[in-house]
């Protein structure tokens, strides 16, 4: 938040003229000099900003770059075998068709979006111009959502064009705090997730004034805006679900037929192949999809699943390193998790929404109640670089590796804790997608060393099947 000073005097008080004699003149000049000199004294400290961009030590003694950390795990070795890909494989095509397959909405799902609705006006917290949301903006939101009307059975549709997850029909912000470290902007609570062009979807309802749609999407529930989605028939869905599938490995790809753009794709966006082209759904005008094809270029698109190598895994994190962080995928950039996601979708594993979730995508081992020495050994000895997910509460990234003989990882991070001068807590803003040690920001006085990653990280897991 910020402030701008007046640069005139306050209104309404008028300027007095005072007439100094010789001797009135020096007592004048003294009694300014003091009150100045007072004025000064009195100044309060303008307190420190509790989110603040700043630099860590890692990210200039470590290199920028997975593949120096790929060359030294193997390379182009094999991570798993070719039966374990398959099935890796199978468990992605289930998931990515699940909503085309999904039943009835349940009342529990219902109830989750209608309680955010519900909210009290002490709980609704702060719209974009960072003051409460009124009584009036929330009643027309919920009105709006027309929740009383969902119907229990869907309609499979699918995206087509990239799009936010919301957990309110609107893009308006919900700011749980407006001041606090790592409270306020970015963290836009109605913020669910994001979705890529060509993702399956079961479209529960529409808000009344037809402008969002509740959906059931591969990895969570939400509102999506309508015009960014097309209703799909059975003999769509069999083409979709046919067709051999392909992840776009390279950012912001132009898809384009005829000279046509179509839709903007980014890395993780999968969708269906044919040939040197792709399938790419395409709203018509009466919101049916239509199947339109895209040729691509030479290694913007990869036949899903690609080889788990450790130079294969480097090649397309690389192509996101150094991106800005973006809470649940908002402004089209990636958080942890979703940069998690976006990173194996090409190998063909598949990965939850959040960070949670992810920690038991695969075989999990715990750090819990270890001191730091012991989790750092333990991360060393049994973690595989390259296949490997570090996490604690609300975080997670990969590990790659050892640099000057301590655990290294890639991770997409927006700040790491701190204490200010007048003990309140802070957060030092990286914001970006990079690779760091287990404790970035340890060299720092301001860091607080309880909150370093390494010690709040409670255990590692490592992907695919052997």
């Given at each position: 938040?910020?402030?701008?000073?007046?640069?005139?005097?306050?209104?309404?008080?008028?300027?007095?003229?005072?007439?100094?004699?010789?001797?009135?003149?020096?007592l004048?000049?003294?009694?300014?000099?003091?009150?100045?000199?007072?004025?000064c004294?009195?100044?309060?400290?303008?307190p420190?900003?509790?989110?603040?961009?700043?630099?860590?030590?890692?990210?200039?003694?470590?290199?920028?770059?997975?593949?120096?950390?790929?060359?030294?795990?193997?390379?182009?070795?094999?991570?798993?075998?070719?039966?374990a890909?398959?099935?890796?494989?199978?468990?992605f095509?289930?998931?990515?068709?699940?909503?085309?397959?999904?039943?009835?909405?349940?009342?529990?799902?219902?109830?989750?979006?209608?309680?955010?609705?519900?909210?009290?006006?002490?709980?609704?917290?702060?719209?974009?111009?960072?003051?409460?949301?009124?009584?009036?903006?929330?009643?027309?939101?919920?009105?709006?959502?027309?929740?009383?009307?969902?119907?229990?059975?869907?309609?499979?549709?699918?995206?087509?064009?990239?799009?936010?997850?919301?957990?309110?029909?609107?893009?308006?912000?919900?700011?749980?705090?407006?001041?606090?470290?790592?409270?306020?902007?970015?963290?836009?609570?109605f913020?669910?997730?994001?979705?890529?062009?060509?993702?399956?979807?079961?479209?529960?309802?529409?808000?009344?004034?037809?402008?969002?749609?509740?959906?059931?999407?591969?990895?969570?529930?939400?509102?999506?805006?309508?015009?960014?989605?097309?209703?799909?028939?059975?003999?769509?869905?069999?083409?979709?679900?046919?067709?051999?599938?392909?992840?776009?490995?390279?950012?912001?790809?132009?898809?384009?037929?005829?000279?046509?753009?179509?839709?903007?794709?980014?890395?993780?966006?999968?969708?269906?192949m044919?040939?040197?082209?792709?399938?790419?759904?395409?709203?018509?005008?009466?919101?049916?999809?239509?199947?339109?094809h895209?040729?691509?270029?030479?290694?913007?698109?990869?036949?899903?699943?690609?080889?788990?190598?450790?130079?294969?895994?480097?090649?397309?994190?690389?192509?996101?390193?150094?991106?800005?962080?973006?809470?649940?995928?908002?402004?089209?950039?990636?958080?942890c998790s979703?940069?998690?996601?976006?990173?194996?979708?090409?190998?063909?594993?598949?990965?939850?929404?959040?960070?949670?979730?992810q920690?038991?995508?695969?075989?999990?081992?715990?750090?819990?109640?270890?001191?730091?020495?012991?989790?750092?050994?333990?991360?060393?000895?049994?973690?595989?670089?390259?296949?490997?997910?570090?996490?604690?509460?609300?975080?997670?990234g990969?590990?790659?590796?050892?640099?000057?003989?301590?655990?290294?990882?890639?991770h997409?991070i927006?700040?790491?804790?701190?204490?200010?001068?007048?003990?309140?807590?802070?957060?030092?803003?990286?914001?970006r997608?990079?690779?760091?040690?287990?404790a970035?920001?340890?060299?720092?006085?301001?860091?607080?060393?309880k909150?370093?990653?390494?010690?709040?990280?409670?255990?590692?897991?490592?992907?695919?099947?052997?």
């Amino acid at each position: 938040m910020s402030m701008r000073e007046k640069e005139s005097g306050l209104p309404g008080m008028k300027r007095r003229v005072v007439r100094f004699g010789a001797r009135g003149a020096a007592l004048g000049l003294a009694l300014a000099g003091a009150v100045f000199a007072a004025g000064c004294a009195s100044e309060p400290r303008v307190p420190e900003m509790q989110n603040a961009a700043g630099e860590v030590a890692d990210l200039s003694r470590i290199p920028q770059n997975l593949a120096v950390f790929a060359g030294k795990a193997g390379g182009d070795a094999l991570l798993r075998s070719g039966a374990a890909a398959a099935e890796d494989m199978r468990k992605f095509h289930e998931h990515f068709f699940a909503p085309w397959d999904a039943g009835k909405m349940s009342r529990n799902t219902l109830r989750e979006f209608e309680t955010v609705l519900n909210w009290a006006s002490d709980r609704r917290g702060y719209a974009e111009n960072l003051r409460p949301w009124s009584d009036a903006a929330w009643e027309n939101l919920r009105r709006n959502a027309g929740l009383d009307t969902v119907s229990e059975q869907g309609r499979p549709a699918i995206v087509t064009s990239h799009a936010d997850l919301r957990l309110a029909p609107t893009v308006k912000p919900r700011f749980a705090r407006v001041e606090g470290a790592g409270q306020g902007w970015p963290f836009d609570d109605f913020q669910q997730s994001s979705v890529h062009v060509g993702m399956p979807l079961m479209v529960y309802h529409a808000s009344r004034d037809g402008a969002w749609l509740l959906v059931r999407a591969p990895m969570a529930w939400g509102w999506v805006e309508a015009g960014s989605v097309a209703f799909v028939d059975e003999a769509f869905e069999q083409i979709w679900k046919s067709a051999p599938l392909g992840c776009v490995v390279r950012e912001g790809v132009s898809l384009r037929s005829s000279g046509t753009f179509l839709a903007l794709a980014n890395i993780g966006a999968v969708l269906p192949m044919s040939g040197g082209s792709v399938l790419v759904p395409v709203r018509g005008a009466d919101g049916r999809a239509i199947i339109a094809h895209a040729p691509v270029e030479s290694g913007e698109v990869l036949t899903m699943p690609q080889p788990l190598t450790a130079q294969a895994v480097a090649a397309v994190g690389d192509r996101m390193m150094g991106e800005n962080y973006g809470w649940g995928g908002m402004y089209g950039n990636r958080d942890c998790s979703a940069m998690m996601r976006d990173l194996f979708a090409p190998f063909g594993i598949w990965l939850p929404r959040n960070s949670a979730a992810q920690a038991k995508a695969g075989e999990f081992h715990s750090l819990q109640d270890m001191s730091v020495k012991a989790r750092i050994e333990a991360i060393t000895r049994g973690a595989e670089p390259f296949r490997t997910l570090l996490w604690l509460p609300g975080h997670i990234g990969l590990y790659v590796g050892q640099f000057e003989g301590e655990p290294v990882f890639f991770h997409d991070i927006w700040g790491i804790r701190s204490r200010l001068r007048d003990g309140r807590e802070g957060r030092v803003i990286l914001g970006r997608a990079v690779v760091t040690s287990v404790a970035p920001g340890s060299e720092r006085r301001d860091v607080d060393a309880k909150g370093l990653l390494i010690e709040r990280m409670r255990g590692y897991t490592i992907l695919g099947g052997r």
